[in-house]
C-alpha cells in the first residue's frame, strides 16, 4: 500500500487537508515519538499528514491577559517564551526538562499532550493552568475544549478522525498573584522519562502564608490528577519542605507502587524548596 503524503502551508490547507485522512491516516508534528513508532511497529498508514509547514501553528503570544501557544511550537521555544513569569514558570520548567537539548528543538507541545502518555510532562502542568486546546477539523471548522478532555484514560486522545491541536490557550488573570513551578522524579536527572511529575501552584500573602494551592500529579495514573487533600494541608501555612511527609501521605491509595507513595515525599519537599 502507498502512503499518501499531505504538507499543507497555510491553515486553510490544513483544513482540506484533514479532510482526506481516515481512522488509518497519521498526522506528523515533531515527530520524535511517531517517527521511531513508525520505524519498530511497521505501521503502515493509508496518508500521513505534516504540520511542518504551517507557520501560525508556531506562533506563541504571551500578554497579560493570555498566553496563545501553537500547537507546533518546540519545547525550547515553550520555555523560552514563559520563562521567568512567576504564573507560567511550571510551563517552562516543564518544557526545559523534556528529554535532551536536540528533543527540545524538535518535540512539539502539541505532539506531548496528542500523544496522550502518561507519562508526559506538559499535561499535569495545562490542567494545573486551566489551559483550553483549539482543535481544527476537516474543512477548517475550529472548537475549544478543555485540556483535561483531550485524553481517553487509556493513553489515547479524544479527537476525532480529521482533527488535530493548533493552539493552546492560557487565561492569565484568573492566575494573577500565583506562582507556579514543575517538579519530576525520573531514573536519571536528565534525559529522563517522569516516574512522578508533579505540578504545584501557590498563592502567597506577604508574609508567605499560603491563601491557596493547586497540584496536579503525571506519570501516577493514566492521566493527571489534583491532590485535594494536599492542598488543603498547605493553605495557611508557609512552603516549608518539613510538610513533605504530610503531604507524600495523600498518596496513598492513588498508586499501587509502594516505592512511588515513598518517593513523592522527596518530591514534595523539592517542590516546596522552589517557594523558598
Known sequence: MNTVCYCPNTMEELGRDLGQLTPDSLILAGGTDLVLRLRS?????????????????????????????????????????????????????????????????????????????????????????????????????????????????????????????????????????????????GHRSQVTISRIGMAMALKQDAEGVIQDARIVVGAIKPVPFPLPAAEEILRGKRPDPELAVSLGETFKGNTRRVYKENAAKGVFQDTLLRFQ
Not at 122 to 151: C, F, H, N
Not at 173 to 184: C, D, M, T, Y
Open 41 to 185: 511497529r511497521n505501521l503502515l498508514p493509508d496518508a500521513i499528514l505534516s504540520l511542518d509547514g504551517v507557520p501560525q501553528l508556531r506562533e506563541i503570544e504571551i500578554s497579560p491577559e493570555r498566553a496563545s501557544i501553537g500547537a507546533m511550537a518546540t519545547m525550547a521555544r515553550v520555555k523560552e517564551a514563559v520563562d521567568g513569569l512567576p504564573d507560567l514558570q511550571a510551563l517552562a520548567d516543564a518544557a526545559g526538562g523534556v528529554g535532551s537539548p536536540q528533543i527540545r528543538n524538535k518535540g512539539t507541545i502539541g505532539g506531548n499532550v496528542a500523544n496522550a502518555s502518561a507519562a508526559a510532562d506538559l499535561p499535569p502542568v495545562l490542567w494545573l493552568l486551566d489551559a483550553q486546546a483549539e482543535i481544527m477539523g476537516p474543512g477548517g471548522a475550529l472548537r475549544t475544549v478543555s485540556v483535561r478532555e483531550l485524553p481517553d484514560g487509556n493513553q489515547r486522545n479524544t479527537l476525532a478522525v480529521g482533527e488535530v491541536v493548533v493552539r493552546f490557550l492560557i487565561s492569565r488573570a484568573p492566575l494573577a498573584g500565583w506562582r507556579s513551578v514543575f517538579e519530576k522524579l
